[in-house]
T-cell receptor, first 114, second 110 residues
Framework: DSGVTQTPKHLITATGQRVTLRCSPRSGDLSVYWYQQSLDQGLQFLIQYYNGEERAKGNILERFSAQQFPDLHSELNLSSLELGDSALYFC?????????????FGPGTRLLVL | KNQVEQSPQSLIILEGKNCTLQCNYTVSPFSNLRWYKQDTGRGPVSLTIMTFSENTKSNGRYTATLDADTKQSSLHITASQLSDSASYICVVSAGGDMRFGAGTRLTVKP
């Protein structure tokens, strides 16, 4: 158990809908990362937040957005969902935002868009 | 073409044997290289992190090497165990971005 929690574990929804995925980092960690893992594209980095501020951006679609709240939990919002958005979404956390920080991954949220 | 290429795609070895996984990258400017172990359906677990100035790093039976000149890294697993069966993923960071390899699927058989 990494200490990172993600909810929900599974989510089934329809195309065009909007969902919110939630992540609670390890106690004391200030940095949160979001990743998408699909069968055809593998793991992709989406976005990083550090202490409430956006720190780095990867391959995040405009339909997706994220934020980190004052209590350091983070939410990833996915809107206008498409079939191709079906994937495992991982959150990870690290103590700070340094480039060689160890990232601790949560168990993931499995999203299925029908 | 992916900027991080891993080989082999899959590998089967007998318990107790050693193996080496490869990662070649073209990502630039290089910041650091990470190796992760991922069990099916679970989050990746960090094995090693190396910066430009490091050419080897160990974590128990796992030893990673890095040649920044040739842009190659390897992960050597010693005395494999059944629990080593997993996907091993190489990740190269450039600036604030991260590029992932497709992974090597390792199966350790008794």
């Amino acid at each position: 158990d990494s200490g990172v929690t993600q909810t929900p574990k599974h989510l089934i929804t329809a195309t065009g809908q909007r969902v919110t995925l939630r992540c609670s980092p390890r106690s004391g960690d200030l940095s949160v990362y979001w990743y998408q893992q699909s069968l055809d594209q593998g793991l992709q980095f989406l976005i990083q937040y550090y202490n409430g501020e956006e720190r780095a951006k990867g391959n995040i679609l405009e339909r997706f957005s994220a934020q980190q709240f004052p209590d350091l939990h983070s939410e990833l919002n996915l809107s206008s969902l498409e079939l191709g958005d079906s994937a495992l979404y991982f959150c990870a956390s690290s103590p700070r935002a340094g480039r060689v920080e160890t990232q601790y991954f949560g168990p993931g949220t499995r999203l299925l868009v029908l | 073409k992916n900027q991080v290429e891993q080989s082999p795609q899959s590998l089967i070895i007998l318990e107790g044997k050693n193996c080496t996984l490869q990662c070649n990258y073209t990502v630039s400017p290089f910041s650091n290289l990470r190796w992760y172990k991922q069990d099916t359906g679970r989050g990746p677990v960090s094995l090693t992190i190396m910066t430009f100035s490091e050419n080897t790093k160990s974590n128990g039976r796992y030893t990673a090497t890095l040649d920044a000149d040739t842009k190659q890294s390897s992960l050597h697993i010693t005395a494999s165990q059944l629990s080593d069966s997993a996907s091993y993923i190489c990740v190269v960071s450039a600036g604030g971005d991260m590029r992932f390899g497709a992974g090597t699927r390792l199966t350790v058989k008794p």
